[in-house]
T-cell receptor, first 112, second 110 residues
Framework: LAKTTQPISMDSYEGQEVNITCSHN???????ITWYQQFPSQGPRFIIQ???TKVTNEVASLFIPADRKSSTLSLPRVSLSDTAVYYC?????????????FGRGTQLTVWP | ETGVTQSPTHLIKTRGQQVTLRCSSQ?????VSWYQQALGQGPQFIFQ???????GRGNFPPRFSGLQFPNYSSELNVNALELDDSALYLC?????????FGPGTRLTVL
């Protein structure tokens, strides 16, 4: 299972764009890249998932270069409520998808 | 809301006791995974159930066991509780390519 490396913490201010980069050098051909958000004492919340190039939804964008060894989660115009831990995970679409490996995540703090 | 529910919300037990945690998966999801999250750490995979069979397990001792029922709901059982078992226990049900997590059960072992 491919493991991931991401910054332990990041700070931003309201209204700014935040980019969190994740390294996954050993990503396998079948692996998808998934990002979750977690608030204290709550379950992780799915944000976005992608395989290659760029994926965008109403919450975030995910940029994946051609070699897929890294990915960047982009949060446009963050607000105070975006303060949370963000996890980058890789896993395949088969039966082993259940075995998601969470690192320690990135603590994003948004300041007024 | 993910459609994944867990009960109870909070639980306090003493060392050596046994505990059962419950999870109802999102409608149509036949795969359920359980995770343990200690304070300040990311969730750690315990095991996964697919169509009532365990088909993947993390680095947890046998006193952590589970069940999945025909309606795809699931239980996590922990025997001989230890102080280090104090954690947030998360259940996730799997869609096509994504897992959706429940709110968790906070277990405190005294």
């Amino acid at each position: 299972l491919a493991k991931t490396t991401q910054p332990i913490s990041m700070d931003s201010y309201e209204g700014q764009e935040v980019n969190i980069t994740c390294s996954h050098n050993n990503i396998a051909t079948n692996d998808y890249i998934t990002w979750y958000q977690q608030f204290p004492s709550q379950g992780p919340r799915f944000i976005i998932q992608g395989y290659k190039t760029k994926v965008t939804n109403e919450v975030a964008s995910l940029f994946i270069p051609a070699d897929r060894k890294s990915s960047t989660l982009s949060l446009p115009r963050v607000s105070l409520s975006d303060t949370a831990v963000y996890y980058c995970l890789v896993g395949d679409g088969g039966s082993t998808l259940g075995r998601l490996y969470f690192g320690r995540g990135t603590q994003l703090t948004v300041w007024p | 809301e993910t459609g994944v529910t867990q009960s109870p919300t909070h639980l306090i037990k003493t060392r050596g006791q046994q505990v059962t945690l419950r999870c109802s998966s999102q409608s149509g999801h036949n795969t359920v995974s359980w995770y343990q999250q200690a304070l300040g750490q990311g969730p750690q995979f315990i095991f996964q159930y697919y169509r009532e069979e365990e088909n993947g397990r993390g680095n947890f001792p046998p006193r952590f066991s589970g069940l999945q029922f025909p309606n795809y709901s699931s239980e996590l059982n922990v025997n001989a509780l230890e102080l280090d078992d104090s954690a947030l226990y998360l259940c996730a049900s799997r869609g096509t390519d994504t897992q959706y997590f429940g709110p968790g059960t906070r277990l405190t072992v005294l």
